[in-house]
């Protein structure tokens, strides 16, 4: 496997070379295009200069003339009709040109080398010392005709400027380069540690060292992934927590079980004792029936969302119906029972529906007091229906209304007045509730009495 540090390095290399190269071809078709042309007028300018003054001053000793002018910076080739040659100067690394080229100045025509100068010769050509990368003029001196060729001594008038762009050029490849290998490993190390990070969490250590100071999106990823440890840790907790209390409430019904079988093995025990006992083992089997169906259900609801089977359905009328099978129950507890049912329809799953419904109402009738009384109402606004379940019993602390869905909690009094439950009821409530996309309110005072409204939408 490739390490991304040395994939950085290699891609940001290869984007350098990639736009030297385009550099390179971009300058090279300027001075294709613009460039060789004007330079090529430039020198014909001075050329035909030194032409006019050599013409117009027959007395001047003609080489020493053109010693000075080579001594200035340039490359010259004179050549006369009898091809007697000289040349001034630094030497042509290359001297040859064509007779006919020579014998077309010596006729009076200018010769433009630099301009016609090979096309695929880049803006290398530009440096080309050829006696061919040259202008020609005539020139007539005491009478007698020559062809003079000339080029700017590139050596002698670039050497320092040649120096320094090299020094220039290689200065900035060597620093881009060191600065690469540092800024990637800037960019890389973050990486390296989440890894890390990731390793420790997936070992079990919810607090791995990750640095979050920096201001862009790795500081940010790596404050995300902390959030994160954050998270599983607290799920982790939950998850500890939810196996201890499962395992203290299959634990309990199980031990009084166990110790009324032991009881019931006595050999002197009257038959009222024994149906005593027995009723007290009923209990608590039917206890850890509810307990088990609860845990099913829940496990149910939290692996798979889309076990809702939703339909339309007569809401008012499974609420009537549900509140008739327990109305022996309410008038056995000495409660009252008041309520107003529309016959409406929704959409919704009915069996968790009367899921709901029957939890809400045998919480209304437990955490009742005797004599007390219990209201169902629904009430349709807009789109939506609000269920309500009103109690007069012992109410629920702001504290305790906080946490009555978290799943196994039960309020001090509850337990206390030793009511059978489980304190997954609601947490199952509010789990189907979010299912159909409502919500779910509570409104108590201790002592006073409880109300649950739920809002659900129609459709
Ligand atoms: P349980 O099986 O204990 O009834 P629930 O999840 O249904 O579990 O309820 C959680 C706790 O909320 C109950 O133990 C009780 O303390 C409190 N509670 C629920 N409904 C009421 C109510 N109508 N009045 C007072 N307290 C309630």
Do not use: C
């Amino acid at each position: 496997m490739k390490s991304l540090y040395s994939k950085f390095v290699i891609i940001t290399a290869s984007i350098m070379l990639l736009s030297s190269v385009l550099a390179f071809l971009g300058s090279n078709l300027y001075y294709q295009q613009k460039l060789k042309p004007s330079n090529d007028a430039k020198n014909t300018e001075i050329a035909l200069d030194i032409a006019e003054f050599i013409n117009e001053n027959p007395h001047i000793q003609l080489s020493d003339y053109l010693e000075n002018i080579a001594e200035v910076g340039y490359q010259i080739y004179l050549v006369d009709a009898g091809d007697t040659e000289r040349f001034f100067g630094a030497a042509f690394r290359d001297t040859a040109l064509k007779n006919e080229v020579k014998a077309q100045v010596l006729n009076g025509e200018i010769y433009h080398g630099m301009r016609q100068f090979p096309k695929q010769t880049f803006v290398t050509g530009f440096f080309a010392n050829e006696l061919t990368n040259t202008i020609g003029v005539p020139i007539t001196h005491n009478s007698k005709s020559y062809a003079l060729f000339l080029r700017p001594d590139i050596k002698l008038l670039f050497n320092e400027m040649h120096l320094l762009l090299a020094w220039l050029l290689a200065l900035t490849i060597l620093l881009s380069i060191v600065l690469v290998l540092f800024s990637t490993n800037y960019l890389v190390k973050p990486i390296s540690s989440l890894t890390a990070a990731t390793k420790a969490l997936a070992a079990g250590n919810f607090h791995p060292k990750l640095q979050t100071k920096r201001n862009d999106e790795l500081g940010e990823l790596s404050k995300s992934f902390l959030q994160m440890a954050q998270k599983l840790e607290q799920l982790d907790d939950m998850r500890k927590e939810f196996i201890s209390n499962i395992s203290h409430d299959i634990q309990s019904p199980l031990s009084t079980i166990k110790g009324y079988t032991g009881l019931l093995e006595q050999d002197s025990l009257t038959s009222e004792e024994k149906v005593q006992y027995i009723s007290v083992i009923n209990s608590e089997i039917n206890r850890l029936s509810i307990l088990t169906k609860q845990l099913l259900l829940l496990a149910s609801l939290d692996r798979n969302e889309d076990m809702m089977k939703a339909q339309r359905f007569h809401v008012g009328k499974q609420i009537e119906n549900l509140i008739k099978t327990h109305q022996w129950a309410i008038r056995e507890r000495d409660l009252m029972i008041t309520y107003s049912l529309p016959d409406i329809t929704i959409t919704g799953d009915p069996s968790l529906l009367s899921t709901v419904w029957d939890n809400l109402l045998t919480n209304a009738m437990k955490y009742n007091k005797p004599g007390g009384t219990i209201d169902v109402s629904i009430k349709v606004a807009h789109d939506y229906l609000v269920v309500s379940f009103q109690d007069t019993g012992i109410g629920l602390s702001t504290s305790q209304q906080k946490r009555i869905f978290d799943r196994f909690y039960r309020a001090d009094t509850a337990r206390s007045q030793t009511v059978e439950g489980t304190g997954l009821g609601l947490s199952i409530v509010s789990t189907i509730i979010k299912l159909h996309n409502g919500e779910i309110k509570v409104d108590s005072q201790k002592g006073e009495g409880t109300l649950f409204q739920i809002k659900l939408p129609i459709s």
